[in-house]
């Protein structure tokens, strides 16, 4: 059986809703992506005394606004829905009386799996929409800026790699010990409860700590991204006749640039996390079948 056979076909029952929910998402990113156009066009206009751009401005934002009105109330029926599902078939198992502990874990990561369609996944869809909706705009202003941008995607992805492959290692080793939990909490032995909270907690703070080491890192390349560009952008244009409205967007879309060069260590973190959770749920299911 396929290692994502048994979530592909939970996706596959749920494939309608989930296809709305993310089209209207697709609605909602090309709404704030086209917002910053917008907001020079009216500010321009405004400086020469037209609404005209602060009318497409607002039309933009009230087709941003009623996309994510209708896509959060579909969200918690669809997701609680697939939740269900996924919970049901993991405790529907022909699991030992020996394994209640690796049950329990494995229900507190379904809601992680859910969680990560739910909410990570919009993070990933939105930084990608960031990325390269934001490049494509650039474009139409200055190019310079877009190969400034391209730039710094080289340490980003060389970061990403080794990061990547480092919280593979640490989700990994924080599940391990959480398929104990229930077992040790059963066996009322303090010294072997206090060492599974104690083991908890140091994956958990190495977690974070990369986590921290990895934000700064990338942080320090957007500040680098921000100042070269507007340095470009400011220093070129003013005297090539360049309209407050452009300068505004610019500077919007590369916000929004950095924001999605932002999103990729969460996203791959959420990814490495997730890998190891539809191991552990497939590779289960596979026993059963096999037994």
């Known amino acids: 059986m396929s290692r994502f056979e048994a979530l592909k076909t939970i996706i596959l029952q749920y494939k309608y809703k989930l296809l709305l929910t993310y089209s209207l998402f697709s609605i909602e990113m090309l709404g704030l992506l086209m917002r910053p156009f917008f907001l020079g066009k009216a500010v321009d206009g405004l400086l020469e005394g037209s609404y005209q751009g602060l009318l497409y401005l607002a039309a933009a934002h009230v087709l941003w606004l009623i996309a ?82 391209l730039g710094m995607l080289i340490p980003v992805t060389i970061i990403s790699y080794f990061y990547g492959k480092r919280m593979k290692r640490l989700n990994q080793l924080k599940n391990d010990e959480l398929e104990k939990q229930v077992e040790i909490i059963g066996s009322r032995n303090s010294q072997k409860i206090t060492q599974h909270y104690n083991n908890l907690r140091k994956w958990q703070v190495k977690i974070s700590d990369k986590e921290a080491w990895n934000f700064g890192t990338m942080e320090l390349l957007v500040l680098a991204v921000i100042i070269t560009s507007l ?40 990814l490495s996390a997730l890998k190891d959770i539809t191991r552990r749920i497939e590779f289960d299911e596979e026993e059963d079948i096999e037994n």
């Open 231 to 270: 340095l470009i952008t400011t220093g070129k244009h003013w005297k090539d006749g360049f309209l407050a409205g452009d300068i505004v967007a610019i500077y919007n879309y590369i916000l929004k640039f950095v924001g999605g060069v932002d999103t990729i260590p969460y996203a791959v973190q959420r």
């Open 68 to 149: 994510g009105t209708i896509r959060h109330m579909y969200d918690t029926r669809t997701y609680s829905g697939i939740y269900t599902t996924l919970v049901t078939r993991l405790l529907s198992r022909n699991y030992h009386s020996d394994e209640v502990s690796k049950l329990s874990a494995h229900s507190t990561l379904a809601r992680e799996f859910i969680d990560f369609l739910e909410f990570d996944l919009n993070y990933v869809v939105e930084a990608v929409y960031n990325l390269l909706g934001s490049l494509i705009m650039l474009m139409f202003y200055d190019r310079a800026v877009v190969l400034v941008c």
